[in-house]
């Protein structure tokens, strides 16, 4: 009976969760729970399979192997109409029709439901208000991703999927999508979110879980997985010529040390004895030093530091 009840707690529960197209698989063998009132985090580069394992969440794919089950049921039980109303799903891309008003947007999302929150709440909750009559072709970017939320919001969802739901907006943008997903939160909601950005991250999640080539490579809170690290910050610094890893290595209190981007970057627990340890080797080597930043160690760290490459690349 405990077992029934831990997973009863749950808003998502997943067990060797593995789809495959042709030769590629793109999730091979995850395990992965969101508890309720959680917001989870899944972070990775495109084509790690952070969208395809959402999409089956979502019922949108169905899986090769392992088993799924979502707010403790199970997709293909007899039961997917009722599932899925109570779930609200963003995805990357929402094509809404340009020529309807926001009004009506929201309004005929509304309608596919037999229950749900009244239109102007999702509308106001949304900061929508001022545009409930513009047309969905004459708003902005970070408009229809506001818009594209409140039709996930509208039928008072209990799970939330929010697949990159903040690509390609401004930083204000963003922080309003934020809001939006925090007050969804206050009110009980539990989140699954996709993202690349660690501020958004770090922002929002409870947990997240670091996902790599259709396996998940790291998984706890944010504040620990870059505690993992064992340095708390970061000497980000370009010189004239580069210095060879294994001596910044040795640098004391450094952790590690790479090479991105034709900059070398140290990470320490002591700052303050490898900032001058590294000028010191500078000088005795006559190098000049171009720049140098110092910083507080991210979920980006991490993923490097697990994959060696950054969530942007491909």
């Given at each position: 009976?405990?077992?029934?009840?831990?997973?009863?707690d749950?808003?998502?529960?997943?067990?060797?969760?593995?789809?495959?197209?042709?030769?590629?698989?793109?999730?091979?063998?995850?395990?992965?729970?969101?508890?309720?009132?959680?917001?989870?985090?899944?972070?990775?580069?495109?084509?790690?399979?952070?969208?395809t394992?959402?999409?089956?969440?979502?019922g949108?794919?169905?899986?090769?192997?392992?088993?799924?089950?979502?707010?403790?049921?199970?997709?293909?039980?007899?039961?997917?109409?009722?599932?899925?109303?109570?779930?609200?799903?963003?995805?990357?891309?929402?094509?809404?029709?340009?020529?309807?008003?926001?009004?009506?947007t929201?309004?005929?999302?509304?309608?596919?439901?037999?229950?749900?929150?009244?239109?102007?709440?999702?509308?106001?909750?949304?900061?929508?208000v001022?545009?409930r009559?513009?047309?969905?072709?004459?708003?902005?970017?970070?408009?229809?991703?506001?818009?594209a939320?409140?039709?996930?919001?509208v039928?008072?969802?209990?799970?939330?999927?929010?697949?990159?739901?903040?690509?390609?907006?401004?930083?204000?943008?963003?922080?309003?999508?934020?809001?939006?997903?925090?007050?969804?939160?206050?009110?009980g909601?539990s989140?699954?979110?996709t993202?690349?950005?660690?501020?958004?991250?770090?922002?929002?999640?409870?947990?997240?879980?670091?996902?790599?080539?259709?396996?998940?490579?790291?998984?706890?809170?944010?504040?620990e997985?870059?505690?993992?690290?064992?340095?708390?910050?970061?000497?980000?610094?370009?010189?004239?010529?580069?210095?060879?890893?294994?001596?910044?290595?040795?640098?004391?209190?450094?952790?590690?040390?790479?090479?991105?981007?034709?900059?070398?970057?140290?990470?320490?627990?002591?700052?303050?004895?490898?900032?001058?340890?590294?000028?010191?080797?500078?000088g005795?080597?006559?190098?000049?030093?171009?720049?140098?930043?110092?910083r507080?160690?991210?979920l980006?760290?991490?993923?490097?530091?697990?994959?060696?490459?950054?969530?942007?690349?491909?």
């Open positions: 009976m405990a077992g029934i009840d831990m997973v009863a749950l808003a998502v529960h997943c067990v060797n969760l593995v789809k495959r197209y042709a030769d590629v698989t793109a999730v091979a063998g995850i395990d992965l729970d969101v508890r309720r009132g959680e917001c989870f985090g899944l972070l990775g580069p495109n084509g790690a399979g952070k969208t394992t959402v999409e089956i969440l979502e949108l794919t169905a899986a090769d192997g392992g088993t799924v089950e979502i707010l403790a049921s199970r997709w293909g039980a007899g039961r997917d109409r009722e599932l899925r109303e109570r779930l609200g799903v963003q995805l990357q891309e929402t094509q809404l029709a340009e020529k309807l008003t926001v009004l009506e929201v309004r005929l999302f509304r309608s596919f439901y037999r229950r749900g929150r009244a239109v102007d709440q999702v509308i106001d909750l949304a900061g929508l001022e545009k009559q513009a047309r969905v072709g004459k708003l902005s970017g970070g408009q229809k991703q506001r818009l939320l409140a039709c996930a919001l039928s008072d969802p209990e799970l939330l999927f929010l697949d990159e739901p903040t690509t390609g907006l401004d930083p204000q943008a963003r922080r309003n999508v934020w809001e939006i997903v925090g007050e969804f939160r206050a009110g909601g989140v699954l979110l993202t690349h950005y660690m501020e958004e991250a770090a922002r929002l999640c409870d947990r997240v879980a670091v996902m790599d080539h259709g396996r998940i490579i790291a998984l706890d809170t944010p504040d997985l870059v505690a993992s690290l064992g340095a708390s910050q970061v000497v980000d610094f370009q010189a004239a010529a580069s210095l060879p890893t294994a001596e910044l290595s040795a640098l004391p209190g450094v952790q590690g040390a790479d090479t991105r981007n034709g900059r070398q970057l140290l990470h320490t627990d002591r700052i303050g004895e490898t900032l001058p340890a590294l000028l010191a080797l500078l005795s080597r006559r190098i000049a030093l171009a720049d140098l930043q110092t507080q160690a991210t980006e760290d991490v993923f490097i530091h697990l994959t060696g490459r950054t969530l942007q690349d491909e």
